[in-house]
């Protein structure tokens, strides 16, 4: 690999970042459309092209293996080492992931549309309207899957109208999508097994390593979580200033009864609920929640809706403020495994590390190259 010194960064600002398991590396896609690996380990990278979809970096779980999706729309199943594993042809993705048996591919179009295989075998799972779209919010549908539990899901803008039954997932007559908001899906089926509703304009949401769990966080400030097993019971996060809201305490707008503080932390300067994105950091249910224009993160345990900690990320505003990058929430991402962070920079094209202690609920930046 080239040293970042003999290499100087020259890249756009990273649109999609992902780290590898084990968090010795992550790949990264670029706004100017280079892919570059980086050695997270050895602290330097390698351009590997320069002709890269500018969203579909992504690592597989467990292995050592990355897509990537060149200029021309065909597909790569890459090693680190630089072995190809396979490639097809595909529609130009604006997300995409694959299983660690590399027998499930995955992917979204412009429109939220989401599909299975490809080529032959392409079948459409989601595809039931242009709106909402990347277009129209200016945001992925995210997708995160966890196999071992055979679920995933799919986020985007929240929605509250209609059920699975009134609306199936298949309808392309229909203009207005009734799944733009978190819909957790059966990974073997491939069909929606409940529309997790509550969150407003644009969401993130993610689900845990081990499947159990689906935290979401909005534009609007609302924060929501649901064990998998109970989709239909849904969790409110507490925010940083107010606490939880409380959906039935029947008092008026305004009043102070609304709200539960009682294990509320204090948040420091900076800190908001407006998510941008929602990151695992441990295999223990930890996960960090990024504010829209801040640079502190606050840690909450999946099952629990109170803040546990904040971690100031560094007040620099060129490498961790995104302003309302909601198209770029992609350039933050995790190893819940190896406790790893990386993030791309709101000005040109570095990144920055930071490594997670579990046993000290510390978080450290280890390496910045602007």
Same mark, same amino acid.
């Given at each position: ?15 999609? /970042? ?6 010795? *590396?992550?790949?990264?896609?670029? #706004? $100017?459309? +280079?892919?570059? @690996? =980086? ?7 390698? /351009? ?6 500018? *969203?579909?970096?992504?690592?597989? #779980? $467990?292995? +050592?293996?990355? @897509? =990537? ?7 790569? /199943? ?18 995409? @992931? ?273």
């Amino acid at each position: 690999m080239a040293s970042c010194s003999a290499l100087p960064m020259a890249h756009g600002p990273v649109m999609a /970042v992902s780290v590898s398991s084990d968090g010795d *590396y992550a790949v990264s896609s670029h #706004r $100017d459309n +280079s892919l570059v @690996l =980086w050695d997270l380990e050895a602290r330097n990278k390698d /351009v590997l092209a320069k002709n890269a979809n500018i *969203y579909s970096a992504r690592f597989i #779980r $467990d292995r +050592s293996v990355f @897509l =990537w999706q060149d200029l021309n729309n065909v597909v790569h /199943v890459e090693g680190v080492e630089g072995e190809e594993l396979r490639s097809f042809q595909h529609f130009p993705t604006y997300g995409h @992931l694959m299983t660690e048996d590399l027998q499930t591919y995955l992917s979204v179009d412009e429109e939220w549309n989401v599909y299975a295989g490809h080529g032959s075998s392409l079948e459409p799972i989601l595809k039931d309207g242009v709106s909402p779209s990347f277009t129209g919010s200016h945001k992925l549908l995210n997708i995160s899957v966890a196999k071992a539990q055979n679920v995933f899901l799919t986020a985007g803008y929240g929605s509250d109208t209609g059920t699975i039954e009134e609306y199936p997932p298949i309808s392309p007559e229909r203009r207005f999508s009734r799944y733009g908001g978190v819909t957790l899906w059966s990974l073997q089926e491939k069909k929606p097994i409940a529309r997790l509703k509550g969150n407003s304009s644009k969401t993130h949401a993610i689900l845990s390593p081990n499947g159990k769990w689906v935290v979401s966080g909005d534009e609007a400030t609302i924060g929501l979580f649901w064990n998998t097993g109970k989709p239909n019971v849904r969790n409110r996060l507490s925010d940083f200033e107010n606490g939880i809201y409380l959906d039935d305490a029947g008092y008026k707008t305004g009043d102070p009864r609304n709200w539960d503080n009682s294990q509320l932390i204090d948040a420091p300067a900076g800190a908001t609920p407006i998510t941008i994105a929602n990151a695992f950091i441990d295999n223990s249910d930890y996960f960090l929640r990024f504010g829209n224009e801040s640079h502190i993160a606050a840690l909450y345990k999946a099952g629990n809706p109170w803040p546990q900690k904040y971690f100031d990320l560094g007040d620099d505003p060129r490498l961790v403020t995104y302003g309302s990058h909601y198209s770029r929430n992609t350039a933050i991402a995790t190893s819940p495994e190896a406790g790893v962070l990386v993030m791309g920079h709101d000005e040109g094209g570095g990144i920055s590390v930071y490594q997670y202690d579990a046993e000290t609920q510390t978080l450290e930046r280890t390496w910045v190259v602007e």
